[in-house]
């Protein structure tokens, strides 16, 4: 052994913790006048968004907020969203978007178990987000995002906080404060996942994840120098699958929409020549079942990516009549959103249509970033045969896994153990090496590209006192990708009916997480009393039920 290599230890000069943060400083300094954000009439360039996270950053500092801090923000995808991706971490602290659509209670719990120091919150969620303040002590310094693209613009926006955002960023030194990271290991973001329990874990991102992530996504879809990138997406949702410092990293152009539909994205494609955008399968259904009057035409090729259930191919070849070509990636909140990719093959390109739709719709093969991935046994770890039919449950190893839940140091070793993360998921290997998916283990509801756990439904359900047993299943949805569907057991000489059950779901759960069917009767059960579920799925998907 040649000792001599042991020798050169690291040194400043060429050693320096990876972080997202320096695309974001490269884009200002070589693209300072390229339009880095349009949204709606607000554009702002690369210096000028590299000039705001800097003064987001010194004033969090101003008011006490330091390294291990953690600062929400519930907003849609609007500037002040994409500038706290940088702004917060610049700060040393740690950013927490929390799901717009959650309910109360839930950011309650989220605020609570985070730790906020500060919550940046949009005009438009006052009232939710007043009710979520109710218990908290301390209380998080409130700061209102005044969008004159929105609610606030035409006057409806509901004041709530002590300050408000641009008023907040006058409060920071003139030059900023752009800190980095002591090492890549520190926690740059915090993102909440309801698992199985319904209990919401924090799930702990570093710099040295996000950073990889981030240029794991230019590789796997090729993307070129300045991109213009429509945000379908939510930037809640894994940090927007790390593309906000993905778009910073080639100086791209980011396109805000606060409201998606159908309408407002055929204009942005056709107004401002769209090249990527991302999101669930509704996306898609928004695309393709698009009036007239919603459409716009374009002449340039856009790129999709997509996860969550796999595109059917109707809905692959309406995208490509569209000009838009669709990738299917897979991965978990755990990984940094997508650390999976159904990698396109040349040979594919002779197949009939259905065939490379058998093929797209795989989960696929590890991103370049992501170490190892294999479909094993869930007790020995072993792996399975590559045979396409042996199941097992899909672990992963790599840079761009979670440091951990926060607080959570049992589900935390549960999840890592045997040095591989357990995602939960069951499925088969193919000889090729892709990986396809055949059922989820955890009996996760995956809708319009939200998790919702049926535990969680079903323990709102038990709360209504005629519920004896009750049990939530996932059913096919040609628009959401899946939807839940409850069957209920009434307790002896109690009544209740499905509207009213729904609606009680309505009064106690976030709306896209209630069922839209309840069936009332006798649950099937195995001889030990538990309910057999896999007989509820066939009802809930039979051709002929709902």
Known sequence: MDERYDQLPANPANYVPLSPLTFLSRAAQVHPDRTAIIHGRIERTWSGVSHRARRLASALCAHGVGRGDTVAIIAPNIPELYEAHFGVPMAGAVLNAINTRLDAKTINVILRHGRAKVLLTDTEYAETVRQALVGLDPKPLVIDICDPEGPWGTGEGEVLGETDYEAFLEQGAPDGLDERPANEWQAIALNYTSGTTGVPKGVVYHHRGAYLNAMGNIVVWAMPHHPVYLWTLPMFHCNGWC??????????????????????????????????????????????????????????????????????????????????????????????????????????????????????????????????????????????????????????????????????????????????????????????GYIELKDRSKDIIISGGENISSIEVEAALYQHPAVALAAVVAKKDEKWGETPWAFVELKPEASATESELIEHCRANLAHYKCPKHIVLGPLPKTSTGKTQKYLLREQANAPNAG
């Open 243 to 432: 593309f906000p410092w993905t778009i910073a990293a080639l100086a791209g152009t980011n396109i805000c929409l606060r409201q998606i539909t159908a309408e407002a994205i055929y204009k942005a494609i056709a107004t401002h020549k769209v090249t990527h955008l991302c999101g669930a399968p509704i996306i898609m259904q928004m695309i393709t079942n698009a009036t007239d009057r919603e459409r716009q035409s374009f002449d340039h090729k856009v790129a999709m990516m997509t996860a969550a259930a796999p595109p059917p191919s109707a809905v692959l070849a309406a995208m490509a009549d569209q000009g838009i070509a669709v990738t299917h990636v897979y991965g978990l909140t755990e990984c940094y959103g997508p650390g999976v990719v159904c990698d396109w093959q040349g040979a594919w390109d002779e197949l009939p249509a259905e065939a490379q739709a058998q093929r797209q719709a795989r989960q696929g093969v590890a991103y370049p970033v992501m170490e190892r991935l294999m479909v094993g046994d869930p007790e020995t770890l072993e792996p399975v045969p590559q045979d396409g039919d042996t199941m097992g449950e899909v672990f992963m190893r790599g840079n761009i896994l979670m440091k951990g839940y926060l607080g959570n140091q049992a589900a935390t070793d549960a999840a890592f153990a045997g040095g591989w993360f357990h995602t939960g998921d069951l499925g088969v290997w193919h000889a090729d």
